[in-house]
């Protein structure tokens, strides 16, 4: 094998640029995803214990409960309540359940867990904490569940919100 020059190219580390080239991502993780009326936000990765792809008939309607409640959905033997996220931050479109696959974010603080019901995930996403910026132009009803936004288009006026898990969690709206 000696001297073969499928193995010795000569060239060393430079054989494969693209490894020599990666970057160390900027910011925080985030997952992405949108509401039915089209805005966008975003929750820390650090704050989500899963996403789940769930089938409409999965998500047992549950009587005289908030509206803002789809119903529960069993998770590996764990039942966890499903919330129309678009509708808790006040989004006048209510999340269409007509359809195969709903996405479900399951956010955890302590022992309490909540699937928030959203429209269409974007995926997970590098976002620098330090440039956001405060809420502007926010509802009334969505200001206390935001920690900041960030700009997405300057022409657009079209903003990312970043969620507080926490806040939602706690929130006394389940309670309506």
């Known amino acids: 094998m000696i001297g ?7 060239r060393g580390q430079d054989q494969v640029p693209e490894f020599q080239e990666l970057e160390s991502p900027e910011g925080e993780l985030h997952l992405r995803f949108f509401v039915p009326s ?3 936000f975003a929750l820390p990765a650090t704050g989500i214990r899963e996403v789940i792809s769930s089938s409409s008939d999965r998500i047992t309607p549950i009587p005289n409960v908030s509206p803002l409640l789809l119903g529960t959905l069993n998770v ?3 039942v966890i ?3 129309d996220l678009g509708q808790f931050l006040g989004d006048p479109t209510p999340l269409s359940t007509d359809r195969q696959d709903i ?3 399951a956010v955890e603080d302590q022992d309490a867990m909540l699937g928030l019901a959203v429209d269409r995930i ?3 996403d590098w976002l620098d904490v330090d440039e956001i910026q405060i809420p502007t132009n926010v ?3 969505m200001a206390p569940f935001l920690r900041g936004e960030w700009s997405t288009g300057k022409e657009s006026n079209r903003f990312l919100r970043l969620l507080d898990q926490i ?5 006394a709206r389940w309670a309506a």
């Open 81 to 83: 309540w499903v919330a």
């Open 76 to 78: 590996r033997g764990r």
């Open 139 to 141: 509802p009334d009803g």
């Open 167 to 171: 806040a939602i969690l706690r929130s």
């Open 4 to 10: 073969n020059s499928d193995f010795l190219t000569g």
């Open 103 to 105: 996405s479900v974010i």
């Open 38 to 40: 089209g805005d966008e």
């Open 122 to 124: 974007l995926g997970m």
